[in-house]
């Protein structure tokens, strides 16, 4: 079928005709059993919401939330407020009570669809009582009405809905790493133009397996399985729970896989658990061993039908990077932003350098300004931020580019190199300017470390904040490994002090007690480091820690 020019929903369609009796969700629903949701079914049932939602008699273009960890029914619930002629409104399922008020109050929220959730009970005080709610199968206990009676009460919309491209068709609530999440408003066209030139720039095929576990309250996971299931017509699977994850990647057998940094940190840290670094590495090095090795870790991690694998939502450690590709996985690192849909940057196979998030992809024209921001314009580009003018002025140059407020470098090849946040860049007492995000990731390549917060504005240098993996902490109850780990410390700080620029050299490292997690808002719902939140939490502890002038600081 020729995609060109096709909006998504002419693509259910196709789908819904064309592979009628393929299935194409497979939804785990506990005790082991899955359901699978034919094309056929999927649409079927979605169109059956749709006539529910129409006969509410909402005014025109309502928008509809929806509130849901990763399942078949989110993804029916967009296509039904599509085909109902309305806007969807997706919440992060982590969300505490004051955003998820803010989130439907700003957005005028007329419905909200109630999901698969660890922590309704904490969420539900911020859901005003004038919003009409619908549960899922796996909703937590509640007295809405239910997916499942409402499909077997309602006949499907039979006629086959369609959108105007510049219509718009979602909001999305930016993560919040700094104050209110902003409304980022999504065209049809914006939808679609996104999703066919990722597909089409990964030669993505209908024969894909996908297992969908990143929020696709986020423009990552929607991008990519979402619409790109639809542009391609490919079969997900869903994640039962955290407790299932391998299971569920096995059943799964994904040929694309997507993770944050945060994941594949974790993913190595596992195999490091297994079989301590240096004697991998030693077996590595012995030839007739070296390719049965790294097939038994990609297989142990399920990933050993994976063609290409992604990385996304923040930066990824050099060395972490260099190693997964070292076993044989093709790891490709994108960049993109909600106000692109995820559609900006993205290394092709085979044109890989490490350090850089890829070239422009197709339709997407780039340049740098004089200050170094990366500047980009494209068909994906967002309507604005919803009912606030101002910062949608703000968000754009004169000349219509999208302000990204990273800094980068582009190769002769046009690979991007993102250099840092312009937001984050901080002045040390000595004037010189010091960007975190290079000297963080070099400081990641430690295996026992999770996460790293370099700071030290109007400090003499720079100083870094380390939360241990949850292994490596364990561990530091024993004396003889906390003086082992604080000899390696010494040793990292000196390396990362030895390559950057003098006035970039850290003073210390500050290990830290606490651990940073989206429930004490030290994260926000994509596990992004909120750098203000965890800067205030020590500023009073740091003063104290220049004073004792030691290498490795235990807070």
Same mark, same amino acid.
């Given at each position: ?332 690192? +994108? #960049?993109?932003?909600? =106000? ?6 993205? $290394?092709?196979? @085979?044109?890989? &350098? /490490? %350090? ?27 309507? +604005? #931020?919803?009912?606030? =003018? ?6 754009? $140059?004169?000349? @219509?580019?999208? &302000? /990204? %407020? ?150």
């Amino acid at each position: 079928m020729d995609t060109n020019n096709k909006l998504p929903l002419e693509m259910l369609y196709y789908w819904e005709s064309a592979k009628a009796g393929d299935v194409y969700m497979s939804q785990p629903m506990g005790d082991g059993h899955v359901v699978d949701f034919t094309w056929r079914r999927a649409v079927g049932e979605a169109r059956r919401m749709a006539a529910y939602l129409k006969s509410l008699d909402l005014p025109e273009k309502s928008r509809i939330g929806i509130v849901s960890k990763n399942c078949a029914h989110w993804i029916m619930s967009d296509w039904a407020i599509w085909m109902a002629g309305h806007v969807s409104v997706p919440l992060y399922p982590t969300l505490n009570a004051d955003t998820v008020q803010y989130t439907l109050e700003h957005s005028g929220c007329e419905v909200l669809f109630v999901g698969k959730l660890d922590d309704w009970e904490q969420m539900k005080p911020g859901v005003p009582a004038s919003i009409h709610c619908i549960s899922y199968p796996l909703s937590p206990e509640n007295d809405f009405p239910t997916w499942d009676d409402i499909v077997a009460e309602f006949a499907p919309v039979q006629e086959n809905v369609t959108r105007d491209p510049d219509e718009m068709a979602t909001i999305i609530y930016t993560s919040g790493s700094t104050g209110r999440p902003k409304g980022v408003m999504l065209s049809f066209q914006n939808l679609a133009f996104a999703s066919l030139g990722g597909v089409e720039a990964l030669e993505v095929t209908a024969s894909e397996r996908m297992l969908s576990y990143l929020p696709l309250s986020h423009v990552f996971e929607r991008f990519v399985v979402e619409l790109g299931s639809i542009y391609r017509g490919f079969h997900i699977y869903f994640a039962e729970s955290l407790d299932t994850f391998v299971e569920d990647l096995k059943r799964a057998r994904p040929t694309l896989f997507l993770a944050v940094p945060r994941i594949w940190t974790k993913f190595q840290h596992g195999v490091f658990e297994k079989m301590p670094q240096e004697k991998l590495q030693r077996l590595l090095r012995v030839p007739i061993l070296n390719r049965l090795i790294k097939k038994k870790i990609l297989t142990g991690l399920g990933l050993q039908h994976v063609k290409f694998a992604g990385s996304g939502s923040a930066p990824l450690s050099h060395d972490i990077l260099d190693w997964y590709r070292d076993l044989g996985l093709e790891l490709l690192e +994108g #960049y993109g932003m909600s =106000e692109n849909f995820a559609y900006s940057h993205m $290394t092709k196979p @085979g044109r890989a &350098r /490490t %350090g850089y998030v890829g070239e422009a992809l197709p339709g997407v024209d780039v340049k740098l300004s004089d200050q170094g921001e990366v500047l980009v314009k494209s068909p994906a580009t967002m309507m +604005g #931020y919803y009912r606030d =003018e101002e910062k949608t002025r703000e968000a754009f $140059t004169e000349d @219509g580019y999208l &302000r /990204t %407020g990273d800094k980068g470098e582009i190769d002769e090849q046009g690979r991007l190199r993102l250099t840092g946040r312009i937001k984050e860049i901080f002045k040390t007492s000595k004037g010189k300017y010091v960007a975190p995000a290079p000297i963080e990731n070099r400081l990641m390549s430690h295996p026992d470390i999770e996460m790293v917060c370099v700071s030290g504005a109007d400090q003499p240098q720079p100083h870094c904040l380390v939360m241990l993996s949850e292994e490596a902490h364990r561990k530091t109850a024993d004396d003889a490994f906390r003086m082992q780990l604080e000899t390696s410390f010494k040793s990292l700080l000196d390396e990362v002090n030895g390559a950057v620029d003098p006035h970039e050299r850290l003073k210390f490292i500050a290990v830290v007690r606490d651990e940073w997690s989206i429930e004490n808002n030290f994260l926000t719902p994509t596990l992004k480091l909120k750098r203000n939140v965890v800067e205030d939490a020590y500023k009073v502890e740091a003063d104290r820690w220049y004073d004792e002038k030691q290498p490795v600081i235990w807070q």
